[in-house]
């Protein structure tokens, strides 16, 4: 292993390029690292020729409006029909979408997936008369036809979920007319999206040395834990400072996404869209507000550690931009990207030697993209496709954190994996809430696994940083956006404008809350609400929360129990939406309708923390 570099220094390690200061374009990043996407459509032309059958498909599917109830066979037809549009469907999209984010300024590939778009949106007005004729079928004949035909056994979850939802299924009409408005409604994110990662343009900046790096998304991260604190405060400065040129446009897209989905919660009758959200998988709203006051309650914790990186750092005055600063700066952790991948393969062998065969055919059949590159997507994400395999994008920089998100996105593939070989199309798709446990999960056995074998003290504290790291920016750090999201839901819908100002003055008095009196709360940090994603998806990130401490006891339960409770665990991956969240995790072995999981994980970050506290005191 070698000492901590930035992406400005070297970017594929292991194959000799050198980057001085300039993302590389994709036709200059090996094919050994970029993804298979043709095992999805060998060519545009073959996609064209599905998108063409998708078209011709819909109109077969409105020959049983109306005949739902007519019998066991027009039931089993129609739904089947709608999974065969719901199969190629997510081939296309994920085809188009996924070669549009290996460079999101590509016209062609923005085309093709605004086609898919406004055709997923006219299967879905197609298909908008299964569930209302399904729900007004009387529950004796349905439950007549469920036991003529044993092809609707598969359908058997759906049925029962949808009869729990059934006041807020509408009329046909109106689920048509819902169904079109999607791809309007879409406008916010998309918007959001078009400006962050195409349009927005940042500046260079110049390190200690004098040395300029340029600046982007995909290397923030890498810029931002730097042991050089100019070229992080700069980084920092440059990065908020153009968001801020545009924080209204920014306010005004994030407002439309929030009025979109207050409007859909409104026109289904649920009391909030924070009800909406969770209700469509059981979740209760207690289990969201439960979690923000079980942070409140652990808060101390977490400005001890802010208080010990600024005794480690020896900081007169810590700042925002000193928060992912290595404590242990010295520590030699660059890991190259096969280096990575053998570390990923021994921290996950306690899932067994099936587990690690299926990880060992996503290494090395182009399920992953591996490097940055002009125009690319930022972060890092997992994509499951039904029948195909799933996919994963990174931005791979070669640093430990790098390994992590490998597991990490390793996981939610598997699981994609593991679901959509176990489970008919009708209940492969797991739900957020489950998706964030298995990709946790391997999170956290690698970091135990690199705790044990690791001697050095210096790199023991580095680890036991990147673990403190994980649980403040997964636990406290995502339950303040949870809360933030929620805030900003509670105002709108008590009709309150959401502005700018609005929204600066809500994250800097949120961020004075989690991070405590030690830290100064720069003023470049009020705007950071701009740059998350996330906050497009109403109520989507608590789920980091609540699958991080479920990661935390299933992953203790493997390692202590064995096989037991592996095979538990691999029997949670195969269940896909089979059943409600906390039902599948409380048969995995952890009861998330509890506040325990997130006590147990913020105690261990506390005792952690404590052990890092001892070996910084000796150092």
Not at 236 to 259: C, D, E, H, P, V
Request: charged share 25%; glycine share 6%; net charge negative.
């Amino acid at each position: 292993m070698k000492k901590f570099i930035d992406a400005s220094e070297r970017y594929f390690a292991n194959d000799g390029f050198t980057l001085s200061s300039q993302v590389p374009d994709r036709n200059e990043i090996p094919a050994k690292y970029q993804w298979h996407l043709n095992d999805i459509y060998a060519s545009d032309e073959a996609w064209q020729a599905d998108f063409d059958r998708l078209k011709s498909l819909l109109p077969g599917v409105v020959q049983y409006q109306g005949k739902l109830a007519s019998g066991a066979q027009n039931l089993l037809k129609c739904l089947k029909a709608r999974d065969e549009i719901g199969i190629i469907s997510g081939k296309l999209f994920g085809f188009a979408r996924m070669h549009k984010d290996e460079n999101t300024a590509n016209t062609k590939f923005q085309s093709m997936t605004g086609k898919t778009e406004a055709l997923l949106a006219e299967a879905g007005a197609v298909t908008a008369f299964i569930e209302p004729e399904i729900l007004a079928i009387p529950e004796a004949v349905l439950n007549q036809f469920r036991q003529q035909e044993a092809g609707l056994k598969e359908y058997g979850f759906y049925f029962d979920d949808l009869a729990r939802q059934k006041k807020h299924v509408l009329s046909q009409p109106e689920e048509e007319i819902l169904s079109r408005s999607a791809e309007v409604t879409q406008a916010p994110e998309n918007i959001f999206n078009m400006l962050a990662h195409a349009d927005l343009k940042f500046p260079s900046v110049t390190d200690a040395n004098g040395k300029e790096v340029h600046l982007s998304e995909g290397r923030y991260r890498t810029l931002i834990m730097s042991p050089d604190r100019i070229l992080r405060q700069k980084s920092f400065t440059a990065l908020y400072n153009t968001y801020n040129q545009y924080r209204n446009t920014f306010a005004a897209t994030l407002g439309g996404s929030i009025k979109k989905n207050i409007f859909y919660a409104k026109v289904r009758k649920y009391k909030s869209t924070l009800e909406s959200a969770l209700e469509g998988d059981n979740v209760p709203i207690a289990v969201y507000e439960n979690l923000i006051s079980t942070v409140h309650d652990n808060l101390a914790p977490l400005h001890r550690y802010v208080a010990l990186k600024k005794k480690a750092l020896k900081l007169d005055t810590i700042h925002m931009y000193d928060m992912y600063a290595p404590l242990v700066a010295k520590v030699d952790f660059t890991t190259p990207y096969e280096e990575g991948l053998g570390l990923v393969r021994q921290a996950l062998a306690p899932l067994g030697p099936e587990y690690t065969a299926i990880l060992e055919k996503g290494f090395s059949s182009g399920w992953i993209d591996v490097y940055e590159n002009k125009g690319k997507q930022t972060g890092a994400y997992s994509w499951g496709v039904y029948g195909v395999h799933p996919f994963v994008l990174l931005n791979y920089s070669n640093r430990y954190d790098d390994v992590s998100t490998l597991a990490h996105e390793m996981g939610h593939a598997i699981h994609s994996y593991y679901s959509y070989a176990t489970q008919p199309y009708a209940t492969a798709s797991y739900t957020t809430f489950c998706a964030e446990v298995a990709s946790t999960t391997n999170e956290i056995l690698l970091l135990e696994y690199m705790l044990k074998i690791t001697k050095d003290k210096q790199r023991k504290m580095y680890l036991l940083n990147q673990y403190l790291e994980a649980v403040r920016g997964t636990v406290y750090r995502q339950t303040m956006f949870a809360e933030f999201e929620k805030l900003l839901y509670d105002k709108s819908e008590n009709g309150e404008t959401i502005t700018a100002d609005m929204l600066d003055a809500l994250w800097h008095e949120l961020n004075v809350r989690y991070y405590g009196a030690n830290i100064e709360i720069d003023k470049e940090i009020d705007v950071e609400w701009a740059r998350i994603p996330h906050f497009y998806w109403d109520f989507y990130v608590y789920q980091y929360v609540t699958g991080y401490s479920a990661a935390t006891s299933l992953a203790g339960q493997i390692l202590q129990e064995g096989q037991p409770a592996q095979k538990r665990y691999i029997g949670f991956l195969q269940s896909g939406g089979s059943d409600y969240s906390l039902s599948i995790l409380k048969k995995a072995g952890v009861n998330m309708a509890s506040p325990e999981p997130v006590e147990i994980t913020l105690q261990k970050f506390a005792g952690m923390l404590g052990e890092l506290e001892k070996l910084l005191a000796d150092y």
